[in-house]
C-alpha cells in the first residue's frame, strides 16, 4: 500500500534522507520511529506529494508519488505534525471546507461530517469554533479532517504529540479503531512506548537511514539475545555489582540505590541468564528477586541506536 525505493532527500547540501526503502502491505499499521531531525517528516511529506525526491521515489496504493500525484492525494489522508485551524471557522465548517477540497457532493458533505464527528466524538463541538477548542480537540479535528474522504491509507506524523495520557490513549483506541476499518496507517512518532500495543510493524529510522524494518514480533525476537535482568538484592551489594559487572556478556549495568535494584543488559541465552545467578548465590550474594524484563520499544531503539541489534 506504501512503498519507498531508494527515496532520497537533501536539502541544499545536507542530505536529510539518504537512502530509504520501506514496504508497507494494506491494514498494517506502521509505526515511524525516530529521535528529532531523523527524517521522519521529510520521508512523510514525500508521501504526502508536498516534497519532491531528490534520488529514488515511492508509491501509494499504487499510484507514483512522482508522476500520478492527484490519485495520491485521494488515497491518503495526511495529518501534519504542526497543523492550523483557520480563524473565525466552526467545526463543521473547517471540516465542510476539506470536503469540498477534496471533490465531495454537496449532496454527502453533511452526513459525510457528521459520521467523522461521530467517529471523532466531536458532534458536541459541531457549532463551535476551531479555535476555541483545546489542543487535544484540535488533534481530533486534524484527524477527523484527514478522513472526509475515506481514504485507504492515513499518514499521521506525531498524531499525539503534545496531548495529555488521557488523550494519548483515546488518540491510540481511535487508530485501533480506524485499523479495525480496513484502513492502512503509517503513524510517527519519538514517544516509543505509544506505539508499541497498537502497530503491526516498525521502522526504525535514525540520521536520515533506517536502521531496522519488520513486523513487530520480528523485531522483538532479533533482539532477544540482548537480556534485561531486574535484580534485587538483599545485602552485598558491592560483590553481587562487580560479579554482573564482570561477566563477559555484561554490556551495562545501573544500581538504583534507593530501591536496592539492579537493572543489567546482557547478550546472552538462557543458560547465561541462570549461571549469572547461580554466580552470586556461590559467592553468598542474598538475592531477593530476579526477573527478566520484556524489552520495551524504548530499550529496542537504544539497542539498535548503539549497533547491538541489526
Ligand atoms: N525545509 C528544510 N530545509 C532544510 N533542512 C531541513 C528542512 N526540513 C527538514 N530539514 C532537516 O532535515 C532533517 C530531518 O528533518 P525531519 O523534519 O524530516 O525530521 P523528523 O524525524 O521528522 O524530526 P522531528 O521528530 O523533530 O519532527 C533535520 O536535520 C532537519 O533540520
Same mark, same amino acid.
Given at each position: 500500500?506504501i512503498e !519507498?525505493? $531508494?527515496?532520497g532527500? $537533501?536539502?541544499?547540501?545536507f542530505?536529510?534522507v539518504?537512502?530509504?526503502?520501506?514496504k508497507i502491505?494494506?491494514?498494517?499499521? /506502521?509505526?515511524?520511529?525516530?529521535?528529532?531531525g531523523?527524517?521522519k517528516? =521529510?520521508?512523510?511529506?514525500?508521501l504526502?506529494?508536498?516534497?519532491k525526491?531528490?534520488?529514488?521515489?515511492? =508509491?501509494?496504493n499504487? %499510484?507514483?508519488?512522482?508522476k500520478d500525484?492527484m490519485n495520491?492525494?485521494?488515497?491518503v489522508g495526511y495529518?501534519p505534525?504542526n497543523?492550523?485551524v483557520?480563524?473565525?471557522?466552526?467545526?463543521?465548517e473547517?471540516?465542510d /471546507?476539506?470536503?469540498?477540497? %477534496?471533490g465531495?457532493?454537496?449532496? *454527502?458533505?453533511?452526513?459525510?461530517?457528521t459520521?467523522?464527528l461521530e !467517529?471523532l466524538? !466531536? =458532534?458536541y463541538?459541531?457549532?463551535?469554533f476551531?479555535n476555541? !477548542?483545546s489542543?487535544?480537540m484540535?488533534?481530533?479535528?486534524?484527524?477527523?479532517? &484527514?478522513?472526509?474522504?475515506d481514504?485507504?491509507?492515513?499518514i499521521?506524523d506525531?498524531p499525539a504529540s503534545?496531548?495529555d495520557?488521557?488523550?494519548?490513549?483515546?488518540?491510540?483506541?481511535?487508530?485501533? #479503531?480506524?485499523?479495525?476499518?480496513?484502513? &492502512?496507517?503509517l503513524?510517527?512518532?519519538h514517544?516509543?512506548?505509544?506505539?508499541?500495543?497498537?502497530c &503491526?510493524?516498525?521502522?526504525?529510522?535514525e *540520521?536520515g537511514?533506517?536502521?531496522?524494518?519488520?513486523?513487530?514480533?520480528?523485531? %522483538?525476537?532479533?533482539?532477544?539475545?540482548n537480556r534485561i535482568?531486574?535484580?534485587?538484592?538483599v545485602?552485598?551489594?558491592d560483590?553481587g555489582?562487580?560479579?554482573?559487572?564482570? #561477566?563477559?556478556?555484561?554490556?551495562?549495568?545501573d /544500581?538504583?540505590?534507593?530501591?536496592?535494584l539492579? &537493572?543489567?543488559?546482557?547478550?546472552? $541465552?538462557? $543458560?547465561?541468564?541462570?549461571?549469572?545467578?547461580?554466580k552470586?548465590l556461590?559467592?553468598?550474594?542474598?538475592? *531477593?528477586? %530476579?526477573? #527478566?524484563?520484556?524489552?520495551?520499544?524504548?530499550?529496542?531503539?537504544?539497542?539498535?541506536?548503539?549497533?547491538?541489534?541489526?
Amino acid at each position: 500500500m506504501i512503498e !519507498l525505493i $531508494d527515496f532520497g532527500k $537533501d536539502y541544499g547540501a545536507f542530505t536529510a534522507v539518504e537512502c530509504l526503502n520501506l514496504k508497507i502491505e494494506a491494514g498494517e499499521m /506502521f509505526g515511524f520511529i525516530g529521535p528529532n531531525g531523523a527524517g521522519k517528516s =521529510t520521508s512523510i511529506r514525500y508521501l504526502a506529494t508536498l516534497l519532491k525526491a531528490t534520488r529514488g521515489g515511492g =508509491t501509494v496504493n499504487g %499510484y507514483s508519488v512522482a508522476k500520478d500525484p492527484m490519485n495520491v492525494r485521494h488515497s491518503v489522508g495526511y495529518m501534519p505534525d504542526n497543523f492550523g485551524v483557520y480563524d473565525g471557522m466552526k467545526v463543521w465548517e473547517f471540516l465542510d /471546507f476539506f470536503a469540498v477540497a %477534496y471533490g465531495i457532493p454537496r449532496s *454527502r458533505r453533511k452526513a459525510v461530517i457528521t459520521d467523522v464527528l461521530e !467517529l471523532l466524538d !466531536l =458532534t458536541y463541538k459541531r457549532n463551535d469554533f476551531v479555535n476555541g !477548542l483545546s489542543r487535544g480537540m484540535k488533534q481530533r479535528l486534524c484527524l477527523a479532517k &484527514t478522513l472526509v474522504h475515506d481514504p485507504p491509507v492515513l499518514i499521521l506524523d506525531e498524531p499525539a504529540s503534545g496531548l495529555d495520557p488521557r488523550a494519548r490513549l483515546e488518540v491510540k483506541a481511535l487508530l485501533k #479503531e480506524l485499523r479495525k476499518m480496513g484502513k &492502512t496507517i503509517l503513524i510517527s512518532s519519538h514517544i516509543l512506548t505509544e506505539l508499541a500495543d497498537c502497530c &503491526t510493524s516498525v521502522g526504525i529510522i535514525e *540520521r536520515g537511514q533506517l536502521l531496522m524494518h519488520g513486523p513487530i514480533d520480528e523485531v %522483538y525476537r532479533r533482539i532477544r539475545k540482548n537480556r534485561i535482568l531486574q535484580i534485587k538484592l538483599v545485602d552485598n551489594f558491592d560483590v553481587g555489582l562487580s560479579i554482573i559487572r564482570s #561477566e563477559p556478556s555484561c554490556i551495562d549495568v545501573d /544500581f538504583e540505590a534507593s530501591r536496592n535494584l539492579i &537493572t543489567c543488559e546482557l547478550q546472552t $541465552d538462557d $543458560d547465561g541468564v541462570a549461571s549469572l545467578l547461580e554466580k552470586l548465590l556461590a559467592n553468598r550474594v542474598r538475592v *531477593r528477586s %530476579y526477573a #527478566e524484563k520484556d524489552p520495551t520499544l524504548e530499550d529496542v531503539f537504544m539497542m539498535v541506536t548503539k549497533g547491538l541489534v541489526t
